[in-house]
T-cell receptor, first 112, second 114 residues
Framework: GDSVTQMEGPVTLSEEACLTI???????????LFWYVQYPGEGLQLLLK?????DKGSNKGFEATYRKETTSFHLEKGSVQVSDSAVYFC???????????FGSGTRLSIRP | NAGVTQTPKFQVLKTGQSMTLQCAQD?????MSWYRQDPGMGLRLIHY???????DQGEVPNGYNVSRSTTEDFPLRLLSAAPSQTSVYFC?????????????FGPGTRLTVT
């Protein structure tokens, strides 16, 4: 069945460091791919998305490119800030809007 | 728009008690879902609905009931609470219109069963 695998955390970086959180997927057909972010005590918010191969989603300095050949959707940011500390979830929607499959989440902590 | 709202924010139950977690959305989305979030396990789908009057089971449906009498509301009922149901519960809605299928989440209900 469809699945999402993302790198395990926690990940701790210093401010202004480069970030990559790996995400790979298994799906039939052509899924839409998402990154969600969860700040402490809050629900999940959509960070960015890509709906077809080679699309690049971007928001708040984060980017991810839909790579069909490697079935990946890695999240990147060139210079992280303390305010980026959160849990990040990779997700896919393959068949319909009713079913989104989430990865297990990666906790990111940024040191000042 | 308020988006997706959930009540209550926090709840403590004793084993065997029943309760209903409320969820409402004002975006006219046809799809609504309930998830539970446990440490180290990400989000797991409990039940979902593709429209008023239609519900289906997700990955972990046991011990929970849902109904969808209107487009806006999707309550989750715990029939007889157990300590294993201690978790954070999130309601979400989404639409297939326009493609993309991203889900919009409520702020969550933190439930403790003693």
């Amino acid at each position: 069945g469809d699945s999402v695998t993302q790198m395990e955390g926690p990940v701790t970086l210093s401010e202004e460091a480069c970030l990559t959180i790996n995400c790979t997927y298994t799906a039939t057909g052509y899924p839409s791919l998402f990154w969600y972010v969860q700040y402490p005590g809050e629900g999940l918010q959509l960070l960015l998305k890509a709906t077809k191969a080679d699309d690049k989603g971007s928001n708040k300095g984060f980017e991810a490119t839909y790579r069909k050949e490697t079935t990946s959707f890695h999240l990147e940011k060139g210079s992280v800030q303390v305010s980026d500390s959160a849990v990040y979830f990779c997700a896919l929607s393959a068949l319909s809007a009713s079913k989104i499959i989430f990865g297990s989440g990666t906790r990111l902590s940024i040191r000042p | 728009n308020a988006g997706v709202t959930q009540t209550p924010k926090f709840q403590v139950l004793k084993t065997g008690q029943s309760m209903t977690l409320q969820c409402a959305q004002d975006m006219n989305h046809e799809y609504m879902s309930w998830y539970r979030q446990d440490p180290g396990m990400g989000l797991r789908l409990i039940h979902y609905s593709v429209g008023a009057g239609i519900t289906d089971q997700g990955e972990v449906p046991n011990g929970y009931n849902v109904s969808r009498s209107t487009t806006e509301d999707f309550p989750l009922r715990l029939l007889s609470a157990a300590p294993s149901q201690t978790s954070v519960y999130f309601c979400a809605s989404s639409s297939q219109r326009g493609g993309g299928y991203e889900q919009y989440f409520g702020p969550g209900t933190r439930l403790t069963v003693t």
